[in-house]
């Protein structure tokens, strides 16, 4: 079975983990914009950053054999941030805009301040102009009201529900957000969010319609494999195989499909086909490590 | 020396998909060369869309292409894919058309800004473009990149670097080319640009790999022998 994990922060990840994630069918990943775990001072390091997600890391991914699309925003933490606030907002045009950015994310609130309300509303307002849909982050304090908000909002804009993937949701959130024609993403995450027992009842309860999980796996205690692991214990759980696949491959696949720039149809490395007759990449003279735990002959081949 | 302006009209021929308005050179209603305004941000947008509009398939050029662009100055295969080559192409047209130091700005520009494919095709072009030289310092840049990609989009199958770098960028290009297991013979003008300094650059790196055990570049006797 292939896995697609739609929310996972790869930047702050190793090459263990790509590794890792090959080895355990890992596809494609969805990397959203976030807050890098203290304050931002610069809205050119933003800048920097955006840069990296279409850039450096998909190429990094690719060396694995791993397909890595992201999304873009300003974050709800720093939307706080006057120094910053409006000049990431003002990039966001640009960068909406390049071919591995498939939604406007992660929005919404994190301690639900005036601020952070008026570029929820801006960045939703922001994906409708640019047709893309949003991932929306709900708080981790306060997250049912949180969640209620956050769809309040939703629905004042305008915004096509189907478009919007409400994540983190937890036992008390996802019937509000299924109530809705939104998404529900679950993070699998240890200690904070959900885990994989809880999100096999929460299968068994609310079925496989709109629910897509993933391991938000970031710089945290967190684990890359969560979502191959979810699957295991739903299969464990005694739910379907084509359930299983329907919440690891196909949802994720179909909603973000709907920015029209998921290109799923080579799931092989970006990698040219003017290169490929040059082997594996080399990054600092050495070889890689061997994809998926496969020895390979020492040096490059050149067929 | 590269006209621009045939280049871009012939570009634009081969491209298989519709070209951004202002980068066409005639308006064919009124029959004169319609004067349009520089617009950096349609421009960028552009630039950026390319790949979903020219798509991302392989290029293959026919005989009359290739002879067409041999004519032109263009005697190697400037891009591998549609999207790269109509990339190109909407740099060629508007190198011909903006005012100069406007081009400079708004390529070095869609480059910083760029996604992997949009840069790749920025460094193709590079050797098309009037006054090439001086976009040698991003050249350089993308010779220090760990994108494997980005490197090999200006080490080879383009003219650009023993054109117009100096010896030493010049000799880490090629020594990179070979930790990367990079084909030689795809560095145009290596011949030229072989130098006593390159040579020992090359022989060390023989001795380092020989001291690790490691495998040796095969190409690298093209470097040493006399």
């Given at each position: 079975m292939r896995y697609f994990d739609p929310h996972i922060h790869m930047t702050s990840r190793t090459t263990d983990d790509y590794a890792a994630m090959r080895q355990a069918g890992i596809e494609a990943v969805i990397e959203p914009s976030f807050w890098l775990g203290q304050p931002r001072t610069h809205v050119g390091t933003f800048e920097d950053y955006f840069r990296s997600l279409i850039g450096w890391e998909p190429f990094r991914a690719g060396q694995f054999g791993i397909r890595h699309f992201c999304t873009l925003s300003l974050n709800p933490k720093e939307a706080n941030n006057p120094v910053v606030a409006q000049g990431v907002f003002d990039l966001l045009s640009i960068y909406l805009q390049k071919d591995a950015v498939v939604a406007v994310g992660e929005i919404g609130y994190d301690e639900m301040t005036p601020d952070e309300d008026r570029y929820f509303q801006l960045q939703l307002e922001l994906a409708q102009r640019f047709d893309l849909p949003v991932l929306v982050h709900t708080p981790h304090r306060d997250k049912k009201r949180g969640t209620e908000r956050s769809l309040a909002l939703i629905r004042a804009t305008g915004f096509p529900e189907a478009r919007a993937l409400i994540d983190h949701n937890t036992e008390e959130t996802l019937p509000l957000v299924l109530d809705t024609g939104c998404w529900a993403g679950h993070s699998i995450y240890p200690n904070t969010k959900m885990d994989e027992l809880r999100m096999v009842a929460l299968v068994r309860r609310f079925g496989t319609e709109r629910m897509i999980i993933n391991s938000a796996a970031d710089w945290g205690v967190s684990d890359p494999l969560k979502v191959p692991k979810t699957a295991e214990a739903m299969r464990a759980g005694g739910i379907r195989e084509e359930d299983i696949e329907s919440i690891v491959w196909r949802n994720p696949v179909t909603f973000f499909s709907q920015s029209g720039k998921l290109d799923l149809c080579n799931v092989e490395p970006a990698i040219d086909h003017t290169r490929l007759w040059e082997g594996n990449s080399v990054l600092r003279g050495q070889t890689t490590a061997p994809i998926g735990g496969t020895p390979t002959a020492e040096g490059t081949s050149r067929t | 020396m590269i006209d621009s302006s045939d280049l871009a009209r012939f570009l634009n021929t081969c491209v298989q998909g519709p070209m951004p308005d202002f980068f066409h050179p005639h308006d064919h209603k009124k029959n004169r060369t319609v004067e349009k305004t520089w617009d950096e941000q349609s421009f960028r947008e552009s630039f950026a869309g390319a790949s979903r509009r020219f798509g991302r398939a392989p290029l293959f050029l026919s005989d009359h292409d290739r002879s067409e662009l041999n004519r032109l100055g263009v005697t190697w295969t400037p891009a591998a894919t549609r999207d790269e080559l109509g990339r190109i192409a909407m740099l060629v047209a508007a190198a011909s058309r903006a005012p100069q130091a406007l081009f400079q700005s708004v390529l070095r520009r869609c480059y910083d800004e760029g996604d992997t494919r949009e840069r790749r095709s920025i460094l193709r072009a590079l050797s098309l473009l009037?006054?090439?030289?001086?976009f040698v310092p991003l050249a350089l840049e993308a010779c220090r990149s760990h994108l494997q990609p980005l490197f090999e989009a200006i080490a080879c199958d383009n003219p650009y670097p023993s054109r117009y770098f100096p010896n030493p960028p010049m000799n880490h290009l090629v020594l990179k080319a070979l930790s990367l297991g990079t084909a030689l013979d795809r560095i145009i003008g290596l011949e030229q640009r072989m130098t006593p300094e390159l040579r020992r650059m090359a022989a060390d790196y023989v001795s380092e790999r020989q001291a690790a055990g490691g495998s040796i570049h095969p190409d690298v006797w093209l470097v040493l022998r006399d």
């Open positions: - | 009037p006054s090439a030289e001086r």
